[in-house]
């Protein structure tokens, strides 16, 4: 395996010293006391069915001034940075494809989860949420548009905190919104954490930690990440991660709805800022260009002047 010759590797065998701490050696209730307290308040301040994007939520697009369209979406600790390049044609393929398609690549950064030190080589968990994010996407946009051509999308998790699967999407809808790649709807994400028949939404690292934990009963837990096109309401994509009745998720895919449909105003607000400033900066440019103009204009007619009079 390549190593990352500018930072400290360090032995392939070696164990964090993290996996003997005290806080590593607690037990399931041990731990499900540290995320929610007696009042049923988490450890963030919020309540179980309250999501970050309400309160906690920050995004802007052109980020990236090499891409043809960019996004970064903050929700409080969780921080995705998204960027979508022209469409190129497939390398390597014999037959004619009428349907484009998408690549999407997402990585973390190395410090960004709490848990681990990420890996310079992409990782099983990358390639899934890699895989993820494709299905997600595939739906989305109009693919008959650009037959035999592929779009590039790659995410880049600065720092996880739960949600980062949701938190991509998100950033990847309005990345390829900014980039002006036709879509039949903006396509939105939440997530859900079940912790023994508790319903968590928009859930923290620890609460997903937690919930994808054997508890040793038969109650419900998981997580489950639902991505939905608001306007059509039509579901995308959906990931289940762990063991649910089917009842648990009937009542998680009616909350998942709510939350994706609350997430909308918010990108729209934003596209809707991004034309404004666009249509700002080609007002501005117009009249820096008319200003150049008659400048030069003046000076023709003084250098014809000058020809006139010699």
């Not at 001034?65 to 390597?92: N, W």
Request: proline share 4%.
């Amino acid at each position: 395996m390549p190593l990352d010759y500018r930072r400290f590797n360090g032995p392939e065998d070696s164990i964090s010293y993290k996996q003997f701490s005290q806080n590593n050696s607690k037990n399931f209730n041990e731990l499900f006391s540290d995320v929610i307290d007696d009042n049923g308040i988490r450890k963030d301040g919020r309540a179980l069915e309250e999501a970050r994007s309400l309160c906690m939520f920050f995004a802007r697009t052109d980020l990236i001034s090499q891409a043809k369209g960019s996004a970064y979406i903050e929700l409080k600790k969780t921080k995705v940075v998204c960027s979508v390049f022209d469409p190129r044609e497939i390398m390597h393929q014999n037959e004619y494809s009428t349907l484009g398609q998408i690549f999407c690549e997402v990585k973390f950064a190395p410090f960004s989860c709490p848990r681990k030190r990420r890996p310079h080589a992409p990782d099983a968990e990358e390639k899934a949420l890699s895989v993820a994010l494709r299905k997600a996407l595939e739906p989305t946009v109009c693919r008959h548009k650009f037959p035999n051509f592929q779009i590039d999308v790659f995410v880049y998790i600065l720092e996880h905190d739960g949600s980062c699967l949701a938190a991509a999407i998100n950033a990847a809808g309005l990345a390829l919104a900014d980039a002006a790649v036709p879509m039949y709807d903006i396509i939105t994400a939440s997530s859900l954490a079940v912790i023994d028949n508790k319903v968590f939404v928009d859930p923290l690292e620890a609460e997903e930690y937690l919930a994808t934990m054997n508890s040793n009963n038969e109650a419900n837990h998981g997580v489950i990440t639902m991505s939905m096109l608001p306007e059509l309401k039509q579901i995308a994509d959906f990931r289940q991660i762990g063991s649910m009745d089917v009842d648990c998720v009937t009542n998680a895919m009616n909350v998942l709805e709510k939350e994706c449909e609350k997430i909308i105003p918010n990108i729209q607000q934003i596209i809707v800022l991004n034309v404004m400033r666009t249509f700002k900066l080609q007002k501005r440019l117009d009249e820096e260009a008319r200003e150049r103009e008659a400048a030069l204009n003046e000076k023709m007619e003084e250098w014809k002047a000058l020809l006139n009079s010699g």
